[in-house]
């Protein structure tokens, strides 16, 4: 298992082939992931523990919603999507197609390109 951190918490990657990656995702409380989307990659994740908000915007059609224990979110390529923890401490199983550095962030408290 391969631990990154993150500024906003760390990704623990479990999982990588030249088809697929699995991700854990911890996201501290009250912090997030900047606004992204992905140019090839495909993502679905699910909540493992806490309460997830996740933001989707499709042409221009913004999307909020609370996730929570056991409930999952496909996220398609080209989806601009952000991930809050806003009440407490989230873990996210992210599974997704191996492309890692295929994010085009444009938002992100923390400063990142």
């Known amino acids: 298992m391969t631990r990154i951190e993150k500024p906003w918490g760390y990704e623990l990657i479990w999982a990588k082939t030249d088809r697929y ?5 911890h996201i501290n ?3 997030s992931l900047s606004l992204q989307y992905h ?3 495909d993502e679905t994740v699910m909540v493992q523990s806490g309460t997830l908000t996740l933001e989707t915007n499709v042409d221009g059609n913004i999307d909020i919603r609370v996730l929570t224990q056991g409930e999952s979110h496909h996220i398609p390529t080209g989806v ?3 991930m809050y923890a806003i009440e407490n401490d ?3 199983i992210e599974v997704s197609t191996p492309e890692l ?3 085009v962030r ?3 408290k ?3 390109k």
């Not at 990656?21 to 995702?25: A, E, F, P």
């Open 110 to 112: 923390y400063g990142r």
């Open 80 to 82: 601009i999507h952000r």
């Open 39 to 41: 140019k090839i990659k």
């Open 90 to 92: 989230v873990d996210v």
């Open 29 to 31: 409380k009250g912090c």
């Open 21 to 25: 990656v699995g991700k854990i995702l």
């Open 106 to 108: 444009l938002e992100d």
């Open 101 to 103: 550095d295929d994010v």
